[in-house]
C-alpha cells in the first residue's frame, strides 16, 4: 500500500510472497497473488526482467502441481515454453534463471504427458 502495486519492491514483494506459498503447497492463493502481480509486472518491469519471468515460472508451477484439468497443464507447458525463449534471449542458456525454467518445464511436460496418457486410455485408467 505504501509504495503502490506498480512499485518494483511491492512487485519482488509480491514474487517472493507467491514463490512461500508455493512452497507451502498453497497453490491457489499462489494463483490468485501471481494472476494479479503477472500483469502489473508485465506492464511496468517488461516481458524480459528477472522478476517478471520469475513470476510467469512461479505461476506455471502452481499450474501444473495443483492441476485439476488438462487445460491447466497445458497452459503451464505453454507459459513455460514462452519463459524459457525470453530468458533464454536476455539471459542465455548457462544463466541459472534460464535453467530452472527448464527444470519446470521438464516438469510441466512430464506432468501433461503422463495426464494425455491416462486420460486416453479407456475408462479414464492409465500407467501410474
Given at each position: 500500500r505504501i509504495n503502490g502495486e506498480e512499485n518494483f519492491l511491492t512487485l519482488m514483494a509480491a514474487n517472493n510472497y507467491a514463490d512461500s506459498l508455493l512452497n507451502l503447497e498453497r497453490f491457489q492463493e499462489a494463483k490468485s497473488l501471481l494472476c494479479k502481480s503477472m500483469p502489473v509486472a508485465r506492464r511496468v518491469l517488461g516481458e524480459g526482467i528477472q522478476t517478471t519471468l520469475q513470476m510467469r515460472k512461479l505461476?506455471?508451477?502452481?499450474?501444473?502441481?495443483?492441476?485439476?484439468?488438462?487445460?491447466?497443464?497445458?497452459?503451464?507447458?505453454?507459459?513455460?515454453?514462452?519463459t524459457e525463449r525470453i530468458a533464454r534471449r536476455v539471459f542465455g542458456d548457462a544463466h541459472p534463471n534460464t535453467a530452472g525454467i527448464e527444470v519446470a518445464l521438464g516438469e510441466a511436460r512430464a506432468a501433461l504427458g503422463a495426464r494425455e496418457t491416462a486420460d486416453g486410455c479407456p475408462g479414464g485408467w492409465g500407467p501410474g
Amino acid at each position: 500500500r505504501i509504495n503502490g502495486e506498480e512499485n518494483f519492491l511491492t512487485l519482488m514483494a509480491a514474487n517472493n510472497y507467491a514463490d512461500s506459498l508455493l512452497n507451502l503447497e498453497r497453490f491457489q492463493e499462489a494463483k490468485s497473488l501471481l494472476c494479479k502481480s503477472m500483469p502489473v509486472a508485465r506492464r511496468v518491469l517488461g516481458e524480459g526482467i528477472q522478476t517478471t519471468l520469475q513470476m510467469r515460472k512461479l505461476y506455471a508451477e502452481a499450474l501444473y502441481r495443483d492441476a485439476t484439468t488438462l487445460d491447466d497443464l497445458r497452459e503451464a507447458a505453454t507459459t513455460l515454453e514462452e519463459t524459457e525463449r525470453i530468458a533464454r534471449r536476455v539471459f542465455g542458456d548457462a544463466h541459472p534463471n534460464t535453467a530452472g525454467i527448464e527444470v519446470a518445464l521438464g516438469e510441466a511436460r512430464a506432468a501433461l504427458g503422463a495426464r494425455e496418457t491416462a486420460d486416453g486410455c479407456p475408462g479414464g485408467w492409465g500407467p501410474g
